[in-house]
């Protein structure tokens, strides 16, 4: 006779209720932090700065002058190292506190 393991099948049932409960409060509490008329804002501005090089300053005082590489609605890539293998920084837009962009044309 085979015995089947009924042990591990209930674990990772529980184990993933678990992670759902987990991901829907996290959910909730990003959209919280980020549900704010700032984010369009500054969403729309870096957007048309793709390319160039800007500053931005997080609410966590750490700062970063890279290129931007691509930015939408949640995140903004910075390019951290160029070609041949380059590397990104993944900055989440509600982490953003400000941004200097320098126009180089002035």
Same mark, same amino acid.
């Given at each position: 006779?085979?015995? &089947?393991?009924?042990?591990? &099948? %209930?674990?990772? &049932?529980?184990? /993933?209720?678990?992670?759902?409960?987990?991901?829907?409060? =996290?959910?909730?509490?990003? =959209?919280?932090?980020?549900?704010?008329?700032?984010?369009? %804002?500054?969403?729309?501005?870096? &957007?048309?700065?793709? %390319?160039?090089?800007?500053? *931005?300053?997080?609410?966590?005082?750490? =700062? #970063?002058?890279?290129?931007?590489?691509?930015?939408?609605?949640?995140?903004?890539?910075? +390019?951290? *190292?160029?070609?041949? #293998?380059?590397?990104?920084?993944?900055?989440?837009?509600? +982490?953003?506190?400000?941004? *200097?962009? +320098?126009?180089? /044309?002035?």
């Amino acid at each position: 006779m085979k015995r &089947k393991n009924t042990f591990m &099948k %209930g674990v990772n &049932k529980l184990s /993933s209720k678990k992670e759902e409960k987990y991901k829907d409060k =996290n959910k909730d509490k990003k =959209n919280k932090e980020c549900n704010c008329c700032c984010i369009e %804002g500054i969403f729309e501005e870096l &957007k048309m700065r793709i %390319g160039h090089v800007v500053t *931005v300053y997080t609410k966590h005082n750490q =700062n #970063f002058s890279r290129r931007i590489h691509k930015v939408n609605s949640d995140i903004l890539v910075l +390019e951290d *190292v160029p070609s041949p #293998f380059p590397t990104y920084i993944v900055i989440p837009l509600c +982490e953003i506190s400000i941004f *200097v962009y +320098e126009d180089p /044309s002035l």
